[in-house]
């Protein structure tokens, strides 16, 4: 695929996690007597370490479990919890692009995550090195994918709770669009998929949240691709009841912009409307969604004939005895407009569509996680040199790919006496 695709993305995931232990020193009483110093009382006993901290970041559907984190006293600023992830993949693919390979292996993810969850003052860092691998798109090194997408520090937020159910988030924020995360540990597969490849990942900006019993809202004011131009406007409206939730989602830019660059292709100028339902229960997640984007014509911004894209997803989670799960990823996508109309390219060619499967087994034991995907794009309606093989012309593309990580955390409890 060219360029103007929204986030292609690389292959191998490797995250990185730092531990730490929290302690806390015996104290000594005074004698119930009142005699003095001469006959102490014996010490009191060590302070039990802190409980772990109940973490919304980084939001993680599965099938991968999160660990609980270290937690340790930092003086002024309280509790801080600690954690993170070390991880690393390779892939073979069939009909890559000029400049890809048959075969790649990278470090996707070595990343912590560092964060205060309590109080009216929070904030959430995560620091690393990641990779980004998304269906039917070339891969990425990891120095390329941290260098032209988000940097060493791709999320960082001040959380200010000014009240029970209200919080404001200022920084680099994860967006509120779709249904699939940009990191691959958050997500059912490894590689994210054609659905994910029209949506933006990180924005920077303000974002208001706000829940109303078992309605939660939220709104935010950013750059939508990471634009470092402030004019988006998206938010989310979910329902939850019991296992079952239900999420509408819409973004858009209220001013086209002609900037663009690796991490802010066109689709920058579009809008965006999901509609996702989620069942979470046992042993079992089963989440369709649908998504409409649409990018406007605006000679301005270059667009000389806009186009639109419509498409669902299926992705569906099982959870067997003794760590075993099989997430299956279906979707298909399709784009408007016509070559002889000179519409922008949002996928294949103008008017082209595609369809995906994805089968991704995950053995989890502890912090230690393995898993693949197999995966199969075929695009239809295709615009030669815009497809897959040396000549952009072939319909199909398969993948394989396998994942070898570690989840750090304070997984060790301590016995009572």
């Not at 912590?112 to 090194?141: C, E, H, M, N, R």
């Not at 402030?230 to 239900?246: I, R």
């Not at 667009?303 to 997430?327: M, Q, R, Y």
Request: net charge neutral; aromatic share 12%; hydrophobic share 40%.
């Amino acid at each position: 695929m060219k360029a103007n695709n929204v986030k292609n993305a690389a292959a191998i995931t490797l995250c990185f996690g730092l531990a730490t232990v929290c302690s806390a020193q015996s104290t000594q009483q005074a004698p119930a007597d009142g005699s003095t110093a001469a006959t102490a009382a014996a010490p009191a006993a060590p302070a039990a370490p802190a409980a772990p901290m109940p973490l919304s970041s980084p939001s993680i559907t599965g099938p991968i479990q999160n660990l609980p984190p270290a937690v340790f006293n930092a003086g002024p600023f309280g509790n801080i919890a600690v954690n993170g992830f070390l991880s690393g993949m390779g892939m073979w693919q069939g009909n890559h692009v000029p400049g890809d390979s048959n075969t790649q292996a990278a470090v996707s993810n070595g990343q912590v995550f560092i964060q205060k969850t309590d109080g009216w003052f929070q904030f959430y860092l995560q620091a690393g090195v990641y990779d980004i691998a998304a269906l039917g798109t070339p891969f990425l090194s990891t120095q390329k994918t941290v260098s032209d997408l988000f940097g060493p520090l791709p999320v960082a937020f001040l959380k200010l709770q000014v009240a029970k159910n209200t919080s404001i988030l200022i920084g680099e924020l994860p967006t509120l669009i779709g249904a699939e995360y940009t990191f691959s540990f958050e997500n059912m597969n490894i590689e994210r998929g054609l659905l994910w490849n029209q949506e933006n990942a990180v924005n920077r900006g303000v974002q208001i949240n706000q829940t109303m019993g078992k309605v939660t809202a939220s709104f935010s004011w950013n750059d939508g691709f990471y634009s470092n131009r402030y004019t988006w406007l998206s938010g989310s409206l979910t329902y939850t009841n019991g296992p079952h939730s239900l999420a509408f989602v819409a973004g858009g830019n209220y001013s086209g912009t002609a900037y663009q660059s690796y991490a802010t292709p066109v689709q920058n100028n579009s809008s965006i409307y999901n509609v996702i339902y989620t069942y979470s229960k046992g042993s079992w997640i089963v989440q369709p969604y649908f998504q409409y984007t649409d990018v406007p014509t605006d000679l301005k911004a270059g667009i000389v004939k806009g186009a639109s894209t419509t498409g669902g997803a299926i992705l569906v989670n099982h959870t067997f005895p003794h760590g075993f799960s099989l997430p299956v990823r279906w979707e298909y996508i399709t784009s408007s407009g016509s070559l002889a109309q000179d519409a922008v390219n949002l996928m294949y060619g103008p008017g082209s569509a595609g369809t995906s499967i994805t089968v991704s087994p995950t053995f989890q034991y502890g912090g230690f996680f393995f898993r693949g995907d197999l995966a199969y794009v075929h695009a239809s309606s295709i615009t030669p040199g815009d497809a897959f093989g040396s000549n952009g012309v072939n319909k199909s593309q398969p993948r394989a790919m396998a994942e070898i990580g570690f989840v750090f955390g304070n997984n060790i409890m301590e016995k009572k006496p």
